[in-house]
């Protein structure tokens, strides 16, 4: 278990530090602007620069993970594909290749011969990461042959790209900006379907004394009986009202209906990791999200966490219209084994049905309630 979570530590960081680097690194930089369109796109360059950084991220963290647990590799998953077309008819398969030249040559293709920007890529990919991993030796090891893993390279990407700061944000959430784009990933059983480890890193997380960024993690373990984080300690807030986070695009009926539970205390936020992770540290009670547009790999690492902590993730369409089944909420939590055989291919691992994210039993049975009127209106 201890091996198992520094390795996907490491990979957290080694992609935060990638992520950092394209803001930093002017070469890197100028790719991040947005892609040309039309007659000024350029046909040579496979694609634009904001999805390649993903699908590098994501393929370091195979890598990695598949490096020191091989029987892993057919069973972690993500967002993006690794294979681009370009406008000429090629196809090219990004890939950490063995040696750093090999996988400086390979970017090299995928960005028109931009050697200067393909090495810079390469240098941080072939990192060596050390970090003290969390003394975890007297837990009882979780079988590899049972689990897989979720991993999404840059939650939050367009606020990524954009690069704003927001200064006067409200009680410690960020409505946008760059402190919402995290790393997730997530490990579950692929019996049950339950997520029993994940790690969360916000690659922007402060500045330091020489002006640069610094990020910070968060993991969490539920399996069996076994519960750990390694979230800070929560002075609990004296307040009537829940406090409650959720996209500034939700529909009106929802917001109406909750706002009776939480009055002011009303959130707004970019990314289904960040608005997790506000709901892991107890910025807010819950995050509440009723489109299908939130999948597999946005929840994995942060419902983890959430059951370590004693709450979790549930299906919010399920939680509204059908009985409680008993579990650990009485609701449908998220599972991650299946996906929906129905969906069209994309959405496929879709979290149809909308979620509620909560660290309660008591705040989540009131913000069903509450739901339940208008149930009607949005399903």
Not at 33 to 46: H, S, T
Not at 170 to 180: R, V
Not at 331 to 349: N, S, V
Not at 365 to 375: F, M
Request: charged fraction near 25%.
């Amino acid at each position: 278990m201890a091996s198992i979570l520094t390795t996907l530590i490491c990979a957290s960081e080694k992609s935060a530090n990638i992520a950092r680097a394209c803001k930093r690194e002017e070469a890197l930089f100028q790719l991040l602007i947005e892609e040309k369109k039309g007659p000024d796109k350029n046909k040579k360059f496979v694609q634009d620069f904001k999805t390649l950084a993903d699908v590098i991220i994501q393929e370091v963290i195979k890598n990695d993970i598949a490096e020191k647990f091989p029987e892993l590799a057919p069973h972690i998953a993500g967002e993006e594909s690794n294979k681009f077309a370009n406008g000429l008819g090629e196809t090219i398969t990004v890939k950490v290749c063995k040696t750093e030249q090999g996988t400086a040559e390979l970017l090299s293709k995928v960005l028109d011969g931009n050697l200067k920007a393909a090495g810079l890529l390469a240098k941080c990919i072939h990192e060596d990461i050390h970090i003290d991993g969390p003394d975890l030796q007297k837990l009882t090891d979780i079988p590899i042959d049972t689990i897989g893993i979720w991993i999404d390279p840059i939650d939050s990407t367009n606020q990524y790209i954009k690069g704003q700061l927001e200064e006067n944000f409200k009680d410690g959430i960020h409505t946008y900006g760059l402190k919402s784009a995290a790393v997730l990933i997530g490990v579950f059983d692929r019996n049950s379907g339950q997520p029993i480890m994940g790690v969360i890193n916000i690659p922007f997380n402060e500045v330091d004394l020489n002006l640069r960024w610094r990020g910070k993690y968060y993991w969490g373990i539920s399996y069996k009986d076994i519960n750990i984080h390694s979230v800070p300690k929560q002075i609990p807030a004296h307040h009537n009202q829940l406090s409650i986070i959720m996209s500034s695009s939700e529909k009106e009926s929802i917001k109406k209906a909750l706002a009776p539970l939480c009055g002011e205390r009303m959130y707004y936020a970019c990314g289904a990791g960040y608005k997790g992770l506000c709901t892991i540290l107890g910025l807010a009670d819950a995050y509440v999200f009723t489109e299908d547009t939130t999948f597999k790999w946005d929840t994995c690492a942060p419902h983890a966490i959430l059951k370590s902590l004693g709450g979790g993730i549930v299906n919010l369409a399920k939680a509204l219209t059908e009985p409680k089944d008993g579990g650990p909420s009485g609701f449908p939590e998220l599972q991650y084994k299946q996906p929906d055989e129905e969906a069209k291919e994309a959405e496929k691992w879709a979290n149809t049905g909308g979620l509620v994210a909560y660290r309660s039993q008591e705040h989540l049975e009131a913000i069903i309630n509450a739901l339940s009127l208008t149930v009607g209106t949005w399903l």
